[in-house]
């Protein structure tokens, strides 16, 4: 569903402006407890709003008007250092965002609000405090980020390969042009806010015109919260490691040794064979017997080379795959996964490869002394959704349950 905030509503229906498409479906427990804390210095509930203050209401209501007209300019203007960045523009264009437009219209409905309207509007954002606030800081955010974004350069990412899933694939940021989980923590912080104000107005005493600038004002608060994720979403995604490449680069280093190995065991056993051939002439019976044992010999000692070489190389697979995985499931809650760790076994994934590393590590640490209680019940509940065919949830709680077992450790 595009966003089209150019529209002029004329009804009691808020804009709606879609998540940018690679939002993740829940949040890192660390912005959830951020977006908590901020929206409360923002955000008063309404129930126990204080009442507008004297001083609000004796000062002269046209001041409200050119506050509010001052803060939705800055706050275009913010936006605006966002649009400047290519991912972000691009979201915009593809949510139908307009914030020429968008601010153009919010104005025009705020000059033809009437006296009444405007004075009911002025107590419903004097219930808000904090919310004149929201220009500055987003505007903060947004002129760092661009900053370091003029520095990127096209074509490379960060580690070293241009990564086939990017949102721009030109170009890869490092963290310098990146919001940070507080960034955006207050960001949707003033999102809360403008939704506040929203819910602050009266229901049977304002006509829906007197709703249009503040409708618009959560638009453009909610297309802020788009850019800070976008830039986020593909920061991540251009640092995401190629598993794939890795497992297949050691799987060719271990296939050529093994050819190099076998290669050296047949030469040698055939000259084996040419120096007991030639010294056969002179002792025909001798050498013959002698031949037969020394082939048994020869034949057997290849293959104790050959199993060994083979255990070798697959114990060396196994620990490296088993490096990558336990990396994975080491990362932040929210972090998307390895698709291979995720997909079933028999589906050609390593899902139960997961299951045996999270296992092993809980016998590892209870062996050590730590408290596995926490971390065997999210594996109990990992393997459940896994057997439901749940496996992305099935994933997640496994990445909860190694790193609690790990973390009790101390």
Not at 365 to 384: C, D, M
């Amino acid at each position: 569903m595009n966003l089209d905030v150019t529209k002029r509503a004329h009804s009691k229906q808020s804009l709606p402006l879609e998540s940018c498409n690679h939002k993740e479906n829940s949040m890192n427990n660390l912005r959830s407890v951020l977006v908590s804390l901020v929206g409360l210095l923002f955000v008063v509930p309404i129930g126990l709003a204080p009442r507008v203050s004297a001083q609000d209401l004796n000062a002269p209501v046209e001041d409200f008007r050119a506050e509010w007209s001052a803060y939705m300019t800055e706050l275009e203007a913010a936006l605006q250092q966002f649009a400047a960045i290519p991912a972000v523009s691009r979201q915009f264009d593809r949510d139908g965002l307009d914030l020429a437009t968008a601010l153009r219209n919010a104005q025009a409905d705020l000059a033809a609000l009437s006296f009444d309207d405007l004075v009911r509007m002025r107590a419903a954002y004097a219930r808000v405090p904090g919310w004149r606030e929201a220009p500055r800081v987003i505007g903060e955010i947004a002129q760092r980020v661009s900053d370091g974004a003029a520095t990127q350069h096209q074509g490379v990412a960060p580690n070293g390969g241009i990564t086939p899933n990017v949102i721009i694939p030109d170009i890869c940021p490092d963290i310098s042009a990146t919001p940070s989980f507080a960034d955006i923590a207050v960001t949707e912080a003033f999102l809360i806010a403008g939704e506040a104000i929203m819910e602050a107005f009266p229901t049977d005493a304002i006509t829906v015109l007197a709703r249009l600038p503040s409708i618009a004002a959560r638009a453009l608060l909610q297309a802020a919260v788009v850019a800070v994720n976008t830039l986020r979403s593909q920061y991540d995604d251009c640092n995401a490691p190629d598993v794939q490449a890795i497992v297949d680069g050691a799987k060719t280093e271990i296939i050529n040794n093994d050819n190099s190995n076998t290669t050296a065991i047949v030469s040698n056993d055939n000259s084996n064979t040419t120096t007991i051939f030639n010294n056969d002439n002179f002792n025909t019976t001798s050498i013959v017997n002698n031949d037969n044992s020394n082939t048994t010999a020869i034949i057997n000692n290849s293959n104790a080379n050959t199993l060994t070489i083979i255990n070798n190389d697959n114990a060396n697979a196994d620990l490296q795959l088993r490096r990558l995985i336990e990396a994975d499931l080491a990362e932040a809650d929210n972090a998307t996964p390895v698709a291979l760790y995720v997909t079933p076994s028999s589906s050609g994934g390593y899902s139960d490869f997961v299951t045996t590393i999270v296992a092993d590590t809980l016998a590892d640490v209870q062996a050590l002394g730590g408290s596995i209680v926490n971390a065997q019940s999210f594996l109990t509940q990992a393997n459940t959704a896994k057997a439901a065919g749940l496996y992305r949830t099935a994933y997640s709680l496994y990445r909860k349950a190694y790193k609690s077992a790990v973390n009790s450790l101390g």
